[in-house]
Structures are given as C-alpha cells and as structure tokens.
C-alpha cells in the first residue's frame, strides 16, 4: 500500500491550505484514515481521523473548528481543509491508514505516507 500526500506549502497565519492523500490500497474504502502531523523537534501527534464511510470524524482539541476532514472512496483520496492556520500547526503532515477500535478511538497501522510540509509563517 502507498499512500501519497500533497497540498502543503508556506502561509500566512490565517491563511487556508488542503492536504490530499492518495491511496494505491484497492481496499481503501474499507479502512478508516487519519492524518497525522510532526511539529519540528517534536513527535508525531494526531491531527483527525475518518471512518471508511466518512460517516465519523474525529479531531485533536487544538484543530477542532479549523480543520475538517473528509474522504472520496471513488477517487482514493482522502483530504485535511486547513483553515485559520497558526504558526503552531507548522509541521511535516502525515497520512495513515489504520482502524477503529472497540472504544471509537482510531488505531493506525504501520502504513505511513512520505509526509507533507506545511510552514505557517509571516
């Protein structure tokens, strides 16, 4: 399985970005997603996660009502809209896909995108 992530670049605080990752998986629509970021000198965190329906969404306290993620099972894909960017969202952003477990929580596997830069600076 590759996953493929795009979209991140330099923005202003305040500003917007949307993240694409691509999956080569046939069983992408199976599979809850997640998006995952690794501020610099930091380890990696969570950002948002989706069920293979798109029907639940999960966020990190510090993205919730900024950012919104969403799926195409169509197309493969799976997005992160940024909205209201901080400098503190800078980091090198992450796809992943994995499951949800027993408690509604999501449980990521060992399948990584390269990664994605986003850079939130003025």
């Known amino acids: 399985v590759q996953l493929q992530a795009s979209g991140g670049g330099l923005v202003q605080p305040g500003g917007s970005l949307r993240l694409s990752c691509e999956s080569s998986?046939?069983?992408?629509?199976?599979?809850?997603m997640a998006w995952y970021r690794q501020p610099p000198g930091k380890q990696r965190e969570f950002v948002a996660s989706?069920?293979?329906?798109?029907?639940?969404?999960r966020y990190a306290d510090s993205v919730k009502g900024r950012f919104t993620i969403s799926r195409d099972n169509a197309q493969k894909t799976m997005y992160l809209q940024m909205n209201s960017l901080e400098p503190e969202d800078t980091a090198v952003y992450y796809c992943?896909?994995?499951?949800?477990?027993?408690?509604?929580?999501?449980?990521?596997?060992?399948?990584w995108g390269q990664g994605t830069q986003v850079t939130v600076s003025s």
């Open positions: 989706i069920t293979n329906s798109g029907g639940s969404k």
């Open positions: 992943n896909a994995g499951r949800i477990g027993g408690a509604g929580g999501y449980i990521p596997y060992d399948t």
């Open positions: 998986d046939g069983r992408f629509r199976i599979t809850a």
